[in-house]
């Protein structure tokens, strides 16, 4: 049997239970084919809507569980999320090593330009 099939009679067998339907019997005779399938599955749903009973909590109960569920929320909404940062000597040291690069390229380029319109590079006077 497909399974979005079994699923589907399943949930309709479920919501049958919850209104104090039958065992499955119907959805047996619509399915005669899968019965071995079917059949284990409907028993076990059966038995399992008879060992379980309602709960309906005190009062005192309810209203202690309402109240520390609101008191959580607003915790959480209060919380400060810190994040840490990283050093800043790292973020310097990136930026120092960004504008070396950049400093580079540009002498690089200021070279090729040079070299291209015939000129010859100069020397620089020791400071």
């Known amino acids: ?8 009679v399943l ?3 479920a919501d049958r239970l919850k209104e104090g339907g039958g065992k499955g019997d119907a959805y047996l005779a619509m399915f005669p084919a899968y019965e071995e399938e079917l ?3 409907l ?3 059966g038995r399992a ?17 309402r109240r520390g569920l609101l008191a959580a929320a ?16 790292r973020d310097i040291l990136i930026g120092a090593a960004a504008l070396g690069s950049a400093i580079s390229v540009a002498g ?4 090729l330009l040079r070299s291209r319109r015939g000129e010859k590079p100069q020397a620089m006077a020791p400071g």
């Open 1 to 8: 049997m497909d399974d979005r099939i079994l699923i589907e």
């Open 11 to 13: 949930t309709a067998h």
């Open 39 to 41: 059949a284990p599955l």
């Open 43 to 45: 028993d076990t749903a």
């Open 49 to 65: 809507k008879e060992a379980l009973a309602p709960v309906r909590p005190e009062p005192t109960f309810r209203e202690d569980l």
């Open 74 to 89: 607003r915790q959480r909404r209060a919380q400060v999320v810190v994040v840490p940062q990283e050093g800043r000597g």
């Open 108 to 111: 690089l380029l200021a070279r």
